[in-house]
C-alpha cells in the first residue's frame, strides 16, 4: 500500500486510511479546533472508510452528527504534560 504525506485537507483521492496527527496546542483554541476538526472529518467521509488520529487525551473527540464510531482507542504517555490518544475510527456506512 502506497503512503503518502500531505495535508489531510489537500487530498482528492480515495484512500485506504487517513492517519493524522491533529494540531493542537496553547496556541490553538478549541473553536479553531472544533472547526477544523469538523471540516476534516467531513472531508475524509468522502475519502476513505477508516482514520487514524492522534490527539491529545485533554482534547475531545466529538462525533455525533458523523458516519464515523471508535473502533480502537489507546492513551499513550508522551512526557509530564502530553498523554496522547491514539483512535481508529471506522465509517459506519459504505
Known sequence: IPV????ALALHEPAAAIVADLPYGRNTS???FDNLFAKFVRH???LTPKMVLGL???VPLRLDGTPWR???EH???VHRSLTKRIIVLERTNP
Not at 503518502?4 to 495535508?7: E, F, H, L, T, Y
Open 70 to 72: 471508535i473502533a480502537f
Open 30 to 32: 478549541s473553536q479553531d
Open 4 to 7: 503518502r504525506q500531505a495535508d
Open 56 to 58: 491529545p487525551s485533554t
Open 44 to 46: 475524509a467521509t468522502a
Open 75 to 77: 492513551e499513550l504517555y
